[in-house]
Every structure is written in C-alpha cells, then in structure tokens.
C-alpha cells in the first residue's frame, strides 16, 4: 500500500516541480513529433508523385505499348517561379515609429547594407531557388532556416566580476594573477567564438514538423515547429556536445522510404553509418509554461536519435532580455520559415499547383498516347486484282518490297489502288486545347487565350489583368516571406554584432520596432531595355526638380547601353551665377531720354557707346535730308528737255505735279444708289 509522504521527508527526496514540469512538457512535444512524422509520411507519397511528373516520369510502372508523357510540370514550374521570384530584391528598413529621422539617421543606412549584404552572403538566392519548386511543384509549402554558426574554443577567465575594481587594483590582479587578500584568483572555462557565420538554409518538405491542431496559415501563430535533420558525427558533436564513448548510441540513419521524397536508398545507406539524426524544435513558452510573462519567448530543443531526454533544452540565443527594459529584443519570430502560396479551409499544408493540375495532364498524357498509337497503326495500305497481277508482282507488293515501275496486264486504272485510312477525330484535337487552357488556368500563367467566347481585344486584357492580379498576389505573398527572413537575420545581427559598427545612436533594442520591407515587384527581373525605359522615364520626370541625385542614373544607363560610366560620365562644369533677367519696354524716345533707364542699359552692357551715337547721327541726317535737285538734261539744241504743258510759257521742263486728290463725294457726282423696290408678294391660289 503506497504512503504519502510525510513533512519530515528531506527536500533532495522531493520531486523537483520544474524538473517533473519539463518532462512532461519533453514527453508532449515527443509524441507531437511522432504524430506529425506518421502523418508526413502520407504526404510524401503524393509529394513524390509530383516531383516524378515534374521530372519526366509520371508512370509508375513500364508498359509494353507505347506511351507519351506531356511534360507540362517543368514548363509550368518554371515559368512560375520566374514570375514570382527571379532575381534578389533590396530590402528597406523603416524608421521606428517613436524616433525621428535625424535619430536614425546615423545608422539606418550601415544597418540596412548589412542586411542586404548578409542576405546575399548567407545564401539566400540559392535557398529561394530550391523553396519555390518545393512550394510550386512538390508540396505546396516551402521552409528555410536562419541560423547563426560558431566555431569556439575554450578558454580559461577569471570567475569574478573585475569590472568593480579600480584600475590599478585591476592591473595588478592581471599581472600577478593573485586577489589583494592573496588567495588566487579563481579561474572558469568558457567557450570564445573563433569563427562565426550567418547560414540560410532550405529544409525539405519531408523534414518538416509542425502540430497537427494547427489549422492556420501563419506559422507564427503555430504553437511549436521543427524539422528532422542529420550532421555528420563531427558536426553533431559539436554543435550538440555530445561525448565521443556514446558516438555508437547516436550513429545511424532512422528514415525509411516513406520519409524520402526522392527514392535514394544506396545513397543514404552508403552515408548512415556516419549520420547522427535529430529532431530540433523550437516553440513559444506561454504555451508550455504557465508562469511565462511574454509572448514572443521562444524555447530551443533538439533530441538526438531514440533519446527520450533532449542534449539541448534552453531559450533560444536568438533572443536576449534587455535589462533595462525586461523586454525581449532580438528575433521575434520562428528561425524556421515557411511559404504557402495558397490555403485550404482547416488545412495548414496546401497541394501544390502541380498536384491540382495533375487531371489535367493525365488527360494530355492519354491523348497524346492516342494520337501516336492512331500514327502507328494507321498506315498506307494497298490492294490489287489478282486475276490481273503476275504472281512475282503479288509477291513483292506483299512483302512491301516494290516501291517502283510495277508491270500489269492491261489497263492499270483499277488493278492497284490504295485502302482508305481511318483519320483522327478532330474532336480530340480540340479536346488536347481544351486541356491546356484549362491547366493554364489552374496554373495562373501564360498568356489570355481566346478560346472561351473571347472575341474583342478588350476582354481579352480583361482576362490578362485578372490574371496578373492573381500572380501579383502570390508574388506579395513570396515577398512577405523574404522580408521575414530579413528580419528573422535583422534581429540575429542586432545581438551578435558590435553595436558601434552601426554609427552613433545604435541599439539593439530598436529591433523590436523596426519594419521591413521591398519595393513592389522588385523580385522580377527585367531585361536591360526594360530597365532603361524605366531609368529614362524617370530622368525626363524628375531629374530637374532638384531632389534627384542624377550621377548614379545616368551610370547605370550608361551600363545598360553597354559603356563604360566611368569613361563617358563626368560631372558637368560649374556655372556662373545667373544674372537678373530685367525686361524693359521702351515706348518713345521720351524713354531713352530717361536716365534711370539709361542706367539700366549701361548696366545689363546694352548702353551703346559714344562712337555709334554719332554714326547713329549720321545715318538719321542722311534719312531725313532730302537729295539735292539734278538738272535737267539738255536737248540737241541746246535746250532743257522736258515735257511743257500746253499753254505753259516755255521754261525749263520738269515734271508734271499730280493734282490733289478730290475730297470724298466729288470724285463722281454724277454716281449714285439705285431706288430700292419694296414689293410684297401676294400668293394666289
């Protein structure tokens, strides 16, 4: 019979209550990843289907008659992933909410360059690569993990706070390695980092492990999630310190087929021997812990082979406690991230787009396996009348043999003629169309077709607008799982970087406000004329507003256009101040007379000089003065020529004066208007 136990029972008999705490929280979370692993593998069937049509072999087992597998998966797959994520975006860092733009200001810009340049570094093109097949074609989810790798070495330091003695008492302590009251100073090993790097990985799809209740599409929401991963024994050893004596407990691969997306069995037998497999988790405290006071604590464990214990249980080092604030800094979301393009009510992993497709193309696979069996079978075919074919002729055109000159007895119209073949229904034809517009249409790429009722140029932009809505949408939906990432590695190098790197006014606590983001379709790669219209677009809208720095524009066209910006870009010479442009009307020579505008002539340089007012002179007195008179010619006789009016007394001839002109009404008086006639016209009947 069991007894109680009584008060007087010793405290190191008693169950420790976080100790009894922590295995059960350890056996929950075990039995969660063994759930999740036997209803993995299920899905792994299906995702290995898919990876097989995107490679070419959708049959899972060989046939005697001929079939023909339409590769729709690889084209489509890539032409997806080109539309979604094509090229690496800059990611911006906005301005926490509470501080001011001369606050940031200092360090804003080094902090974003480290980003973007770890990003690269850490291997986040080549991660995104292998994702979105995984996302597009295989499982409908994709997953990468930030982490931060060490190297370290231990090393002896002192194990007292030094930090309170004066600089001298220091000093000596240093040197002499002896406290003041003469006792040692005593002595701790710790591990220094020697080397580090920030790492972005992908995690397969047949690795990952999340709890079966959650039904969400935002994985930060998820109460835990992991993945299933093996490292060398060397690289296990370190990263989970476990002892060389126990290297046979922890050798050996623990998946089977099922757990394998790809069937490599030789492969992974020839690396098992050498492999330490684990289960690594991460999860939020407040749903484990009762007496946790935050929500974005997360907690790290990984269990080792069959080990019921985990080799590491602590809170993850992606995280710090400011102590200042009590507040948690650093990363605040999961390391392990996860892209789904697509949601299915109550279902936290979605099918693909190939495993939604998949009708389709057996459909294509079916009616190209008919179209070629009809090809093979169908063939020319001849008769011939025997009673009027030699017999050597019947032979040769049986065994198919005579292709040339055939003899015959008579006329040779009816004796040798072809049988009629049976044709293709065209049906089918349109049927093998229909089936590619509708996967087209599954799929959301390609191009607005006109086989569906579309009949006008705007309807079919119509159909290609709603189309470019939805890739828009999935390729937002890919961004905000970069700009993740980038925060995730944002919050990792807030910790393990010197803060005074940064600039002046650096903390690591501004992480928990900073916002991250990317220009919108910065993803998507344009070819170079693409690019330049773009920059030239923006050199005729802004460049003369004064706000654009135009140096790095015009360099990067000059690059586009296939120049050398460092040989045909120079910075313009400066120019002289602009003088005032002063507009004068001038209305009369009272103007000119003026002094004040005289002055304004002198001083714009328009006054003109004393010389060119006297040839001014000259040349007005040569306009005004009229010619002198010339004398008239003088005739034979020795007398003026000229025409004499009648009755004038001879005289020197010279021209006629014309009379004044009449005054108005003089001119014909004799002219006049004609009477007006005002007649109104009566209507008879």
């Known amino acids: 019979m069991a007894t109680l136990p009584s008060d007087n029972t010793p405290k190191t008999d008693q169950v420790d209550p976080t100790t009894q705490g922590n295995k059960k929280r350890n056996k929950d979370i075990l039995q969660m990843i063994s759930i999740c692993k036997q209803f993995r ?16 072999k959708p049959f899972s087992s060989q046939a005697d008659e001929d079939r023909v597998a339409v590769n729709m998966d690889w084209s489509l797959t890539k032409q997806k992933q080109a539309l979604l994520f094509s090229q690496v975006p800059a990611c911006r860092v906005n301005h926490p909410p509470h501080t001011t733009s001369k606050e940031v200001t200092p360090w804003l810009h080094a902090f974003e360059q480290r980003i973007n340049d770890t990003l690269v570094t850490a291997g986040i093109e080549t991660a995104m690569d292998e994702v979105l097949p995984d996302c597009i074609n295989a499982a409908g989810i994709g997953i990468i993990i930030v982490a ?23 000093q000596q302590v240093l040197q002499s390695g002896m406290m003041p009251d003469g006792t040692p100073v005593p002595m701790e090993i710790v591990p220094r980092v020697v080397d580090s790097r920030y790492k972005l990985d992908r995690i397969s799809p047949a690795d990952f492990i999340w709890p079966l209740n959650f039904t969400g599409s935002d994985f930060d929401n998820a109460p835990m999630i992991g993945r299933s991963g093996r490292a060398p024994w060397v690289e296990a050893s370190k990263r989970f310190k476990l ?74 080092k992606g995280q710090q406690v400011d102590e200042e604030s009590k507040q948690v800094i650093g990363a605040l979301r999961y390391p392990i991230r996860v892209l789904t393009l697509a949601y299915i009510t109550d279902e936290a992993i979605p099918p693909s787009d190939s495993a939604i497709g998949r009708p389709q ?49 008579g006329q040779g119209t009816n004796i040798i003629g072809e049988v009629s073949r049976s044709q293709m229904p065209q049906e089918n034809f349109a049927f093998d169309r229909i089936a590619k517009e509708d996967l087209n249409e599954t799929w959301q790429v390609g191009q607005a077709d006109t086989g569906k009722g579309v009949e006008t140029k705007g309807e079919a932009n119509v159909i290609q607008g709603n189309m470019q809505t939805r890739i828009g949408r999935e390729r937002a939906k890919v961004g905000k799982f970069f700009t993740s990432i980038a925060e995730v590695l944002g919050g990792l190098i807030c910790i393990y970087e010197d803060p005074s790197s940064f600039g002046e006014g650096f903390s690591p606590v501004i992480s928990k406000t900073l916002n ?20 030239i677009d923006f050199v005729n809208f802004g460049a003369k507003s004064g706000w654009v720095n135009i140096e790095s524009v015009m360099k990067e066209i000059a690059t586009l256009t296939g120049l050398d910006p460092n040989v045909v870009i120079q910075p313009p010479n400066p120019k002289p101040p602009v003088e005032p442009n002063i507009s004068l009307r001038l209305t009369g020579t009272e103007d000119m007379m003026n002094p004040l505008t005289l002055a304004f002539l002198m001083k714009s340089g328009q006054a003109p000089p ?36 009648p009755g004038a007394p001879p005289g020197p001839a010279g021209p006629v004066p014309e009379p004044p002109p009449p005054s108005v009404g003089e001119a014909n008086p004799n002219w006049s208007a004609m009477d007006r006639i005002n007649r109104r016209v009566v209507e008879r009947e």
């Open 41 to 56: 593998r299920k899905l792994v069937q299906n995702w290995s289907i898919s990876i097989d049509y995107r490679r070419g």
């Open 148 to 170: 931060r790798e060490a190297i370290t070495e231990d090393v002896e330091v002192p194990g007292i706070d030094m930090s309170m003695m004066s600089p001298e008492i220091h």
């Open 610 to 645: 004393p010389e060119m007012i006297e040839q001014a002179k000259k040349l007005i007195e040569a306009a005004v003065m009229p010619p002198p008179p010339q004398p008239p010619p003088i005739g034979p006789d020795g007398q003026p020529m000229g025409d004499i009016p």
């Open 516 to 535: 991250y983001s990317i220009l919108a379709d910065s993803t998507v790669l344009l070819d170079s004329n693409q690019r330049l219209k773009r920059l």
């Open 361 to 409: 193309v057996n459909e294509l696979n079916k009616s190209r396996t008919q179209m070629i069996l009809q090809r093979q079978h169908s063939l020319p075919l001849r008769w011939f009348d025997v009673n009027r074919v030699d017999a050597a002729i019947q032979t040769a055109i049986m065994r198919g043999i005579w292709q040339h000159a055939i003899p015959v007895q």
């Open 243 to 316: 002892k060389e004596a126990d290297k046979h407990k922890y050798l050996g691969e623990d998946r089977g087929s099922m757990d394998r997306l790809v069937d490599d069995v030789e492969k992974e037998k020839s690396d098992a021997d050498n492999m330490v497999s684990f289960d690594e988790v991460f999860y939020k405290e407040f749903q484990f812990d009762p007496e946790s006071k935050s929500f974005s604590t997360i907690h790290h464990l990984v269990f080792v082979g069959d080990k019921q214990e985990p080799v590491i249980d602590e809170p993850w």
